[in-house]
């Protein structure tokens, strides 16, 4: 078992930035990719950004490439996602979740094993 806590989340105006966290405990955190997805009320979960497990890969969804920022930090059991130039669409809750352990940097929400609680993130206009 992996345990997930998200911190970070919050309120702000459009084109500020916010830095979400997600602490892991358990299992052997390097053993995992690690991805954050966010969900929007009425929406599904959709895919944000992924990291691989020395964290030298990323991938991110189109709608956030070159404003979000997924790091890890191994040492720290930690995963990050640095958010900036946020738009009231980034409006949702915001989950990490551990999964793949091989290679391939997962994007659909069923290829990841463990989730957070979720953390919510509004940005208004």
């Known amino acids: 078992q992996v345990q997930l806590v998200e911190s970070g989340g919050g309120l702000v105006q459009a084109g500020g930035s916010l830095r979400l966290s997600c602490g892991a405990s358990?299992?052997?955190?390097?053993?995992?990719?690690m991805g954050w997805f966010r969900q929007a009320p009425g929406k599904e979960r959709e895919f944000v950004a992924a990291?691989?497990?020395?964290?030298?890969?990323?991938t991110y969804a189109d709608s956030v490439k070159g404003r979000f920022t997924i790091s890890r930090d191994n040492a720290k059991n930690t995963v990050y996602l640095q958010m900036n130039s946020l738009k009231p669409e980034d409006t949702a809750v915001y989950y990490c979740?551990?999964?793949?352990?091989?290679?391939?940097?997962?994007?659909?929400?069923?290829?990841?094993?463990?989730w957070g609680q979720g953390t919510q993130v509004t940005v208004s206009s």
């Open positions: 979740a551990a999964g793949p352990t091989g290679l391939q940097l997962g994007v659909q929400p069923i290829e990841y094993s463990y």
């Open positions: 358990g299992r052997t955190f390097s053993n995992y990719v």
């Open positions: 990291t691989s497990r020395n964290g030298g890969r990323t």
